[in-house]
């Protein structure tokens, strides 16, 4: 099979919008969480969520009219918007503008969204009830569709080959950027564009997330104290939004243009748990074979892994099923491993969440440094991994692995290693 | 101009996120003012919400300019 790196980067995350904005930021151990703005909370669980900073674009803050005409923002739910803010980013910093037919049509686009506009349904909903059918507008589809984020995408741009999208709820950011990297594996496309991107910051939203029992609800007037792996106080995940977006490219296709690569993608693996709608099976047998195939098709030894972005989304039982999962893959390697997760930064981006933490991944690795698990002040199992707790910590990273898992039972599991 | 010819060409101006200069009686939505087939359709919707009138389809066929529009809601709008 032919050989995929990653050329561009791309993200709107709680921290910031932009790569270099969330990354410095996270590195100082900065957090995104804070209280719902914006919609009525009082009778809610959780009042809590990772929000995205908005402003005039300035400074980290995103504006969406840097991204799709205000008239254009106006038919779709934000999770399109962030694509397109993600995606730009990524072909901007990959210097990769096709033009030509031959280069658009070998150019295409796998973006996915865990929920998409389901905020919009909500909305549509609502003028249905009171309003009727005749007040449904046009775009109501086209502008909730999940794969309408990729369409919108590969409209602005010219990309004319293929175009898909994943829905495996929080695992869908990792699984977008396997399958993608696959078609270009197996010679279906030169570049792919792809990643995954939601928001899901609404009332009803919150509301289903919440009697799912996932969410924290015990830090509502504390909120960046509620995002906390592997901590023995922590109580559910906390609700992000965002987009993440990578330029894969093949190899020998990037190194012709002179294209700064940032990683090879070496290992892509899935799995899935049949076990139960929203917990993780408790053997984290599901887990524990992700990983594995990830690391054969690598062709590399779990001993070799330097550092893993954790799925560790701070929920009571999947923190440690993860962590023992790690721990049998990797044996006697444990106590030279780094795992942190930064979900604790920027809360839970669910379907968005596996890009942005493959690019952390490949952050961590272009830079010789690890971002922290905030919040981390007592760990409720005792493990020879280090779990990076508070602060971001110097290490040279070669190989790093990162882990995706979704509501359903599944599992995926990217492998990257640095092209020197 | 009449008041209802000011309420259209402002929400065609809003919806389509085009000049107001270019907004002109004879403008086409899709040839001039480039609208798409589902713009139309939500153009004609907001002129039902402004003007608080029913626009049956195939009225709403005939709507293809602003004037048209114009037209339209100057006769039947209440």
Redesign the interface.
């Known amino acids: 099979m032919r050989r995929v790196v990653v050329t561009g980067l791309g993200m709107v995350t709680p921290l910031a919008c932009g790569v270099e904005e969330t990354w410095s930021r996270i590195l100082e151990g900065k957090s995104g969480a804070n209280k719902i703005e914006g919609f009525e909370t009082e009778d809610l669980a959780c009042r809590i969520a990772c929000q995205i900073p908005t402003g005039d674009g300035s400074n980290g803050t995103f504006n969406p009219d840097q991204w799709m005409?205000?008239?254009e923002q106006r038919k779709v739910d934000p999770f399109i918007v962030y694509a397109m803010a993600a995606a730009t980013q990524a072909l901007n910093d990959a210097g990769w503008k096709p033009t030509s037919y031959e280069d658009q049509c070998a150019s295409g686009v796998l973006i996915g969204s865990g929920i998409g506009g389901i905020g919009g349904i909500y909305e549509a909903s609502q003028t249905l009830i009171e309003r009727g059918p005749?007040?449904i507008?046009?775009?109501f589809i086209?502008g909730r569709l999940i794969n309408l984020a990729g369409g919108y995408v590969s409209i602005e741009h010219g990309l004319k080959g293929p175009n898909n999208a994943v829905v495996t709820a929080c695992s869908t950011g990792s699984h977008a950027i396997g399958d993608a990297a696959r078609l270009i594996a197996l010679g279906d496309a030169e570049v792919m564009v792809a990643g995954g991107t939601e928001s899901p910051i609404n009332r009803l939203s919150i509301a289903g997330f919440a009697a799912c029992r996932a969410l924290s609800t015990n830090f509502n007037e504390d909120p960046t104290k509620a995002s906390r792996p592997y901590d023995k106080d922590r109580d559910g995940f906390v609700m992000g939004e965002g987009a993440g977006v990578v330029v894969l490219e093949e190899y020998e296709h990037a190194k012709a243009r002179g294209a700064k690569i940032y990683a090879e993608v070496i290992g892509y693996g899935l799995s899935g748990d049949a076990y139960h709608i929203t917990s993780p099976s408790e053997d984290g047998d599901g887990a524990y074979r992700c990983m594995a195939a990830a690391i054969k098709r690598a062709g590399i030894s779990a001993s070799e892994i330097d550092y893993i972005n954790a799925h560790g989304t701070s929920t009571p039982m999947g923190d440690e099923l993860e962590l023992k999962a790690v721990e049998r893959i990797v044996g006697n390697a444990a106590g030279k491993l780094s795992m942190s997760s930064t979900k604790s930064a920027i809360g839970h981006l669910l379907g968005a969440a596996g890009a942005v933490e493959a690019i952390f991944s490949m952050l961590a690795m272009r830079d010789g440094i690890i971002p922290p698990t905030l919040n981390l002040d007592n760990p409720s199992v005792e493990t020879a991994i280090d779990l990076v707790p508070h602060k971001a910590k110097r290490k040279d990273v070669n190989i790093a692995l990162s882990n995706s898992f979704g509501f359903g039972g599944t599992n995926a599991s990217l492998v990257f290693r640095r092209v020197s | 101009m009449s008041d209802i010819a000011d309420r259209v060409k402002k929400i065609v101006v809003e919806h389509l996120g085009v000049d107001a200069e270019k907004v002109t009686d004879n403008a086409n939505f899709i040839d001039d003012l480039g609208a798409d087939s589902l713009d139309t359709v939500e153009l004609v919707m907001a002129f039902e919400e402004e003007f608080n009138v029913e626009i049956p389809d195939d009225a709403a066929e005939t709507i293809v300019t602003v004037g048209d529009a114009i037209k339209f809601l100057e006769k039947n709008a209440a």
């Open positions: 005409e205000p008239k005749r007040r507008s046009p775009f086209p």
